[in-house]
């Protein structure tokens, strides 16, 4: 039966700059902390591909343009990268002011509209050396460039967001060692999460201020939605604290104004309060979003810790994940698929957060040698990420019709890109990326599948 979507509805993929551009420390672009990691370990990233190897978009913008309209994108999520715009957190790199114009502009002529967040994993060195998220500094230092970034571009770009994933760099970088600077610390990354959630409101402030005409902003969060192993109560506790970290943390903040209750409490009850200003609560109450993106790939199923210490040294103190035997896997990324978690997603948007306007703006499905499934016109038959988006839309669909104010669907990602330490381990595009031409993209078949619904609006 045809699910028809809401008219308006955007159909796109998400990328960020660090992961495309290339040129990564060039045309005036000073290092992100990425930049300096595979300067000094490249051996941790796949096969020893560092920013420097992405896909190469800084020279082929205008044709990427052009293929997002080939397949039917009506709209696209990128970022800027802070350390081209503002090499030293304080001048602005012209040159990075023309590419990032004629790109946004060549978008709207290819009639794709852009979203453009401003932060996607990629801090600037400059600002690491003092201490990065650890210090109140960076806050003021990312409210700045947020503001820059309206004034260039808020004539041309009528949808932003603040950060992809804040959870990322905070677990990555200060709980699991994956990330720069790898430190393992509870109650830094704690303070960390504190100064983004604050240097996200302080963005939203300055774009109140810079008062865009038709400009919307808000911020791209991961969501894994928690389901407790069974009904009994440190299970359901578990859930509940799961959910309070990691999906409460900044949603509650980003829409309501308010850093709920509970988690205030179950840091304070821990030693992990971190330190904040007086005025704090007030700028975070009046600078909430006006949409809200998520990035759905998997969901969290949780249990009570076995043996919790007190005061808690690790998230894992609050929850421990389980293997829930029933579940379907991708094998290549170990994440399990379980797409109608998407309609859980849709129904908290609207029965828990005033049921703003929000997207999924990362799903997708990432695959190893790919190449396997290359047909003899040099086109992957990737029929497992058809399904895969098919079977997410359903969900979301269900989800949408019963009231859900979601407005579009992302996919990660457009191009194969270039993805941090696994470089190009896992393919996710719409296109393939010729390792050995990096100028060179086919399209897969997903990409006709997905003109074809974004041109119905539909999916059968
Ligand atoms: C998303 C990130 O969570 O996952 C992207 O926003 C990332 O930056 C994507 O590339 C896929 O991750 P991975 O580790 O499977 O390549």
Request: include cysteine.
């Amino acid at each position: 039966m045809t699910k028809k979507f809401p008219k308006g509805f955007l159909w796109g993929a998400a990328l960020s700059a660090p992961q495309t551009e290339g040129h990564s420390l060039e045309h005036g672009k000073s290092p992100s902390t990425w930049d300096y990691w595979f300067s000094i370990a490249p051996e941790k990233f796949n096969q020893n591909q560092g920013p420097e190897n992405t896909s190469n978009v800084y020279d082929l913008y205008l044709d990427d343009c052009a293929k997002m309209k080939e397949i039917g994108l009506n709209s696209i999520r990128t970022s800027i990268a802070w350390t081209r715009l503002l090499p030293d957190g304080k001048t602005v790199n012209q040159e990075a002011v023309n590419f990032y114009r004629t790109y946004f502009q060549e978008m709207l002529k290819q009639g794709v509209e852009p979203v453009i967040n401003l932060f996607h994993f990629d801090m600037p060195m400059w600002l690491m050396e003092k201490g990065g998220w650890e210090t109140r500094e960076s806050v003021d230092a990312f409210a700045y460039y947020a503001k820059i970034a309206f004034e260039l571009f808020g004539d041309i770009v009528k949808k932003w967001t603040t950060f992809n994933e804040p959870l990322v760099h905070i677990e990555c970088g200060y709980l699991y060692g994956f990330h720069y600077p790898a430190i393992v610390d509870f109650k830094k990354a704690v303070q960390v999460g504190y100064h983004t959630l604050m240097a996200h409101t302080l963005a939203i402030k300055a774009f109140r201020d810079v008062n865009m005409k038709d400009g919307t902003i808000g911020i791209i969060l991961n969501v894994s939605p928690a389901y407790a192993k069974s009904e009994a109560a440190e299970d359901l506790l578990a859930k509940e604290n799961s959910d309070l970290l990691t999906t409460k943390s900044f949603l509650d903040p980003a829409v309501h104004g308010i850093i709920p209750e509970k988690l205030i409490q179950l840091l304070a009850d821990n030693h992990l309060l971190p330190e904040t200003e007086v005025e704090d609560k007030e700028l975070i109450m009046e600078n909430t979003v006006d949409f809200i993106g998520l990035n759905y790939y998997q969901p969290r199923r949780v249990q009570a810790a076995p043996a919790p210490q007190f005061p808690a040294k690790m998230p894992e103190d609050f929850y421990v994940l389980y293997d829930w035997p029933d579940k379907k896997i991708n094998p290549y990324r170990g994440w399990e698929i379980y797409p109608n978690a998407l309609y859980d997603v849709a129904m908290m948007m609207k029965n828990e957060y005033k049921n703003l306007p929000w997207y999924v703006s990362e799903n997708g499905m990432g695959v190893a040698n790919e190449e396997r499934f290359m047909d003899d016109h040099g086109m992957i038959q990737d029929d497992y990420r058809i399904e895969f988006m098919q079977e997410h839309l359903e969900f979301l669909h269900k989800g949408i019709e019963e009231g859900s104010n979601c407005f579009g669907y992302h996919t990660w990602t457009f191009v194969d890109c270039w993805s941090w330490l696994n470089g190009y381990r896992n393919r996710y595009g719409f296109y393939r990326v010729d390792l050995e031409d990096r100028f060179k993209r086919t399209m897969k078949k997903s990409g006709l599948w997905y003109k074809n619904v974004s041109e119905k609006n539909e999916i059968s």
